[in-house]
């Protein structure tokens, strides 16, 4: 199999005919019409006909695969899940509501084929959605989005993206993590990641499936991503360097306390009592926070200690 087109779902029942015969066309028309490919649908607990829709089409296209879940999951989820059935040696994902053109796919696959690079990620440089609670706030997003994780990309959340089959069997996907794939992608040691400028429409049918709170759990998970990157595998690196230095800065400022109210005493000069002085409860805090930090890095040490893959590493290449 060459190319499989992994499509995650959420009540799209008006647009998936349209979306696969446009699919059919984009490849049957371009220099790729002789490779094998699989569209895979994912229905992420539809509630609408979208089901029935694929199940009627599937009959008749051998092209199509699909799953179902029982629920809604999420479009993390449903990625990850389609990911583990793909089976072509390049993968693209795509939206199901038609605002990603598939006349992007053969162009797509072939900078990964022939350019070899291990991810292309789409880039909606015009783009069709509400301006105040979307393209505003994404541009926004993007750039912390682009100074956490170091890659250059404009659109890291576009849902069209071409993948080289390792990335995507390589990497794990869950909760809203599909917004960060690029990032995840690089903290397994993936590098070559490139983006293209693609084509975006406006919705056609149904309404946008995620709401504000996007952008709250975007930040979360850029932070989480941030943090397991950086120092997923040795958490005391982290806490125990903060601790340490909290719990010194309030070793100091109470040996300053005591010799202070010492000297004072010998020498029969007045002093404020240690509780009346700010410094005692400054130095209280950080000796409590040092203390608590290092606690908290000791769990994260044992935590990291019992999980299955604290010693699963990325690896690329072997000899004998
Ligand atoms: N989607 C999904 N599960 C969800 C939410 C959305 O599979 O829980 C799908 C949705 O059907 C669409 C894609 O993810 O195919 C992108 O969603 P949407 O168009 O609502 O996002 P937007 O374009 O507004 O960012
Ligand atoms: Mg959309």
Known sequence: MDLSIVISLLNEEESLRELTEWIHDSISTSHIKDIEYEIIFI????????????????????????????????KAAALHTGFAKAEGN?????????????????ELYRMIVEDGWDIVSGWKKKRYDNVLMKNIPSK???WTAR????LKLHDMNCGLKAYRKD?????????????????????????????????????KYGHSKFGLDRFVHGLLDLMTLWFLGKFGKKPMHVFGFGGLLAFFIGI??????????????????????????PLFYIALVTLILGFQMFLTGFL?????????????????????
């Open 90 to 106: 390049v993968i693209i994902t795509m939206d199901a509501d038609l605002q990603d053109s598939p006349e992007e796919i053969p």
């Open 147 to 150: 100074k956490v994780s170091g």
């Open 300 to 320: 994260g040490e044992l935590v990291s200690r019992s999980s299955q893959n604290r010693n699963e590493y990325k690896i690329k290449d072997a000899i004998r």
């Open 43 to 74: 229905n992420d607990g539809s509630t609408d006909n979208s089901w029935n829709v694929i199940s009627e089409m599937a009959k008749s296209d051998s092209h199509i695969k699909a799953i179902a879940f029982r629920r809604n999951y999420g």
């Open 167 to 203: 990335v995507v069997k390589d990497i794990e996907l869950y909760g809203d993590m599909h917004r960060y794939v690029p990032f995840i992608a690089k903290n397994a040691g993936y590098t070559r990641i490139t983006e293209k400028v693609v084509i975006h429409r406006k919705r």
């Open 140 to 142: 926004l997003y993007n």
């Open 252 to 277: 100091i400022l109470t040996l300053i306390i005591i010799t202070t109210k010492l000297v004072a005493q010998s020498k029969g000069l007045p002093f404020r009592p240690v509780a009346d002085q």
